[in-house]
């Protein structure tokens, strides 16, 4: 979910707070009549390896996934960016449901001239993107690694098995910038046209955060390791890797991305 459905209200002020960074060495094209800013990595260590795409939560731009940069260095040729609305990137008038901005994310990637395939790193909300990526164009995708990635039911389960959660969040959307929020309201928008799970033959590795606040304890941390179980499922990672960490796994545990990454990128 959206980070602030899986670390839950009480760290939405705190996540906010946090959109404002912006990366000082972008580049930026224009998708559908918009600029985003984006930073390509090109690696040198081996030029077969596919590039890693970095996508971030909601609120989020990209230099959340910076200590996960540094440390993979030029290993393997990388992008991240500031979705439109967030960072160096001006909001846009398109759809900003799963599929809308997976499509353009892949516009992005023709434009800046980077060609798949991709492991695509998602986290959040950004997991459910790249998620959705995967199933939209499993041809360009060499594998995914998903950090607490927001579940395709995950907000239909809490409306539904935890409403005042539900009340809470709703009320809690009040409090987003304007891209944030259109994101959330979103963010199931599409995905009955998606496959039940991803192909067997699409890599994937599932880290989860183990640290809980007060209000993610009980019904809705059973909840969390329901949908996570189900996340293997349908992406068939070989197991879940629980995080030391709360929320923001690639700050507080930014090796085990990288780790994560370097398992596939042996793969291929």
């Not at 996570?228 to 545990?253: F, V």
Request: charged share 15%.
């Amino acid at each position: 979910m959206p980070k602030l459905i899986i670390s839950s209200c009480l760290l939405l002020m705190a996540a906010l707070a946090g959109c404002a960074n912006t990366a000082s060495n972008n580049s930026v094209t224009q998708v559908n009549r918009s600029p985003i800013a984006y930073h390509y990595e090109r690696g040198t260590a081996n030029p077969q390896y596919p590039t890693i795409v970095f996508q971030s939560g909601l609120g989020d731009d990209q230099t959340v996934w910076l200590g996960v940069l540094q440390r993979l260095g030029k290993q393997a040729s990388s992008f991240s960016y500031d979705r439109p609305g967030y960072g160096a990137s001006a909001a846009t008038s398109m759809a900003r449901d799963p599929c809308h901005i997976a499509q353009e994310q892949r516009v992005l990637l023709k434009s800046a001239g980077v060609k798949p395939p991709y492991i695509l790193v998602g986290h959040s909300l950004g997991g459910l993107y790249e998620y959705t990526y995967a199933q939209l164009y499993p041809e360009e995708v060499a594998g995914l690694v998903l950090l607490d990635p927001t579940h395709p039911q995950h907000w239909q389960r809490i409306q539904t098995e935890l409403p005042h959660i539900s009340t809470l969040l709703s009320t809690a959307t009040m409090l987003m910038g304007t891209t944030a929020r259109q994101e959330f309201k979103a963010q199931q928008n599409c995905l009955n046209q998606l496959k039940p799970e991803l192909t067997a033959q699409t890599p994937a590795r599932l880290l989860l955060s183990s640290q809980r606040q007060a209000l993610e304890q009980g019904a809705f941390e059973r909840l969390i390791k329901q949908l996570a179980l189900d996340w293997q499922r349908i992406t068939h990672a070989p197991q879940i890797q629980n995080s030391p960490s709360g929320h923001y796994i690639q700050k507080e545990q930014p090796e085990l991305v990288v780790n994560a990454i370097h398992e596939l990128l042996r793969i291929k």
